[in-house]
């Protein structure tokens, strides 16, 4: 009986370990998406990024990243329950799943170890401060403008993100256009002559006080979380005209009129045309609708609203002794001399409007 039971067990012994053989020796199947084919960026080089404060211009900015082979964009954050939504369900339904997580304190995102950068695009009151907080927390930063609310917080960010070695690019695209480049790089290589002036539009040099507007019943945190969406500003009672941009902490607020909104964009070309030297040390008070600031190198930065070529917003102009470039967000260069374009194939697409004005 022990015999023929020992023979039984050995032999069903010997069938499961053929059948676990078989198994061990099957291949294994692994997605073309999972080894970097078909066009897919394996998971092993993708960004993982978290959005905070998703609205109109954020949802422009969302886009772009999802264009992004390798970004994987996995959790949205906003004081807003219907735009944490809209961002979710856009999100799901582009990678086919229901993976998107969803948060309304931005610190939960800042806390999840498989965030890798995070894409700031709240009101500028909060810019300052999360961008300090995602360095902190090792994220990356793509933040929306202005990058702070004043020149203390501004020195702050710059620490930090020094101090803990993060990548940080602020909300200025126009150096990623070639037109603007072009411009920048006749002004920067000496094509000009010596530089002299260099030339932005702030679009409103006034800054305000933007006043409250009439008190109106607050929602449920779940759905508007007001204070939350206040953050660092100075409180004010909740009107719903206030979530539509944060207008009183832009243009319109106590943070510099337009020099800080739009006319970020114009100043940082500037920059850009005067070789990113240090910001200007000498300012003159406005005269006749212009601002005057000066560099240590005798380069003049010149604030003005009107007297532009018609090119479009965000106009900027550069002038040195031999010449003058002028250009807008219309895609257009205003040029002294068309012997400027020299060179200017590998910058300029063939197509690209360019005009000759005295």
């Given at each position: 009986?022990?015999k023929s039971i020992n023979n039984l067990e050995r032999r069903q012994f010997l069938k499961k370990s053929a059948i676990g053989a078989a198994v061990a020796m099957a291949p294994t199947i692994i997605p073309a998406s999972a080894l970097g084919r078909d066009g897919k960026t394996p998971p092993s080089e993708r960004i993982v990024l978290g959005g905070i404060g998703i609205g109109n211009r954020g949802l422009y900015d969302l886009g772009c990243f999802l264009e992004q082979k390798d970004v994987q964009f996995a959790?949205?954050?906003?004081?807003?329950?219907?735009?944490?939504?809209?961002?979710?369900?856009?999100?799901?339904?582009?990678?086919?799943?229901?993976?998107?997580?969803?948060?309304?304190?931005?610190?939960?995102?800042?806390?999840?170890?498989?965030?890798?950068?995070?894409?700031?695009?709240?009101?500028?009151?909060?810019?300052?401060?999360?961008?300090?907080?995602?360095?902190?927390?090792?994220?990356?930063?793509?933040?929306?403008?202005?990058?702070?609310?004043?020149?203390?917080?501004?020195?702050?960010?710059?620490?930090?993100?020094?101090?803990?070695?993060?990548?940080?690019?602020?909300?200025?695209?126009?150096?990623?256009?070639?037109?603007?480049?072009?411009?920048?790089?006749?002004?920067?290589?000496?094509?000009?002559?010596?530089?002299?002036?260099?030339?932005?539009?702030?679009?409103?040099?006034?800054?305000?006080?933007?006043?409250?507007?009439?008190?109106?019943?607050?929602?449920?945190?779940?759905?508007?979380?007001?204070?939350?969406?206040?953050?660092?500003?100075?409180?004010?009672?909740?009107?719903?005209?206030?979530?539509?941009?944060?207008?009183?902490?832009?243009?319109?607020?106590?943070?510099?009129?337009?020099?800080?909104?739009?006319?970020?964009?114009?100043?940082?070309?500037?920059?850009?045309?005067?070789?990113?030297?240090?910001?200007?040390?000498?300012?003159?008070?406005?005269?006749?609708?212009?601002?005057?600031?000066?560099?240590?190198?005798?380069?003049?930065?010149?604030?003005?609203?009107?007297?532009?070529?018609?090119?479009?917003?965000?106009?900027?102009?550069?002038?040195?002794?031999?010449?003058?470039?002028?250009?807008?967000?219309?895609?257009?260069?205003?040029?002294?001399?068309?012997?400027?374009?020299?060179?200017?194939?590998?910058?300029?697409?063939?197509?690209?409007?360019?005009?000759?004005?005295?």
């Amino acid at each position: 009986m022990s015999k023929s039971i020992n023979n039984l067990e050995r032999r069903q012994f010997l069938k499961k370990s053929a059948i676990g053989a078989a198994v061990a020796m099957a291949p294994t199947i692994i997605p073309a998406s999972a080894l970097g084919r078909d066009g897919k960026t394996p998971p092993s080089e993708r960004i993982v990024l978290g959005g905070i404060g998703i609205g109109n211009r954020g949802l422009y900015d969302l886009g772009c990243f999802l264009e992004q082979k390798d970004v994987q964009f996995a959790a949205v954050c906003d004081v807003k329950e219907a735009r944490r939504q809209l961002v979710k369900k856009r999100v799901d339904e582009l990678y086919g799943n229901q993976n998107c997580d969803m948060f309304r304190d931005y610190r939960e995102l800042l806390d999840r170890k498989y965030i890798d950068a995070v894409l700031i695009a709240t009101g500028p009151n909060w810019h300052g401060t999360m961008s300090i907080n995602a360095a902190k927390a090792g994220k990356d930063i793509y933040c929306e403008k202005p990058c702070t609310k004043n020149i203390e917080q501004s020195l702050i960010l710059a620490d930090t993100i020094r101090r803990t070695a993060r990548v940080y690019q602020a909300g200025t695209q126009r150096r990623n256009l070639p037109h603007f480049a072009f411009a920048c790089y006749l002004a920067r290589t000496g094509k000009l002559g010596k530089l002299k002036r260099v030339y932005a539009q702030p679009r409103g040099m006034t800054a305000m006080m933007s006043g409250w507007l009439p008190e109106e019943a607050e929602p449920n945190k779940e759905s508007v979380d007001w204070d939350t969406y206040l953050g660092p500003a100075a409180w004010r009672p909740f009107n719903k005209a206030h979530l539509n941009g944060f207008e009183f902490e832009k243009g319109g607020g106590l943070v510099g009129g337009g020099v800080l909104e739009w006319g970020s964009h114009c100043v940082d070309l500037c920059q850009w045309a005067v070789n990113d030297s240090l910001p200007p040390v000498e300012y003159s008070p406005p005269v006749n609708g212009e601002l005057i600031a000066k560099y240590d190198n005798g380069i003049e930065l010149v604030f003005r609203d009107e007297g532009w070529i018609p090119l479009g917003s965000c106009p900027v102009r550069f002038e040195g002794e031999e010449g003058w470039v002028e250009a807008g967000d219309s895609g257009k260069l205003a040029l002294s001399s068309p012997t400027l374009l020299a060179g200017g194939d590998r910058w300029l697409p063939s197509d690209l409007p360019r005009q000759r004005l005295p």
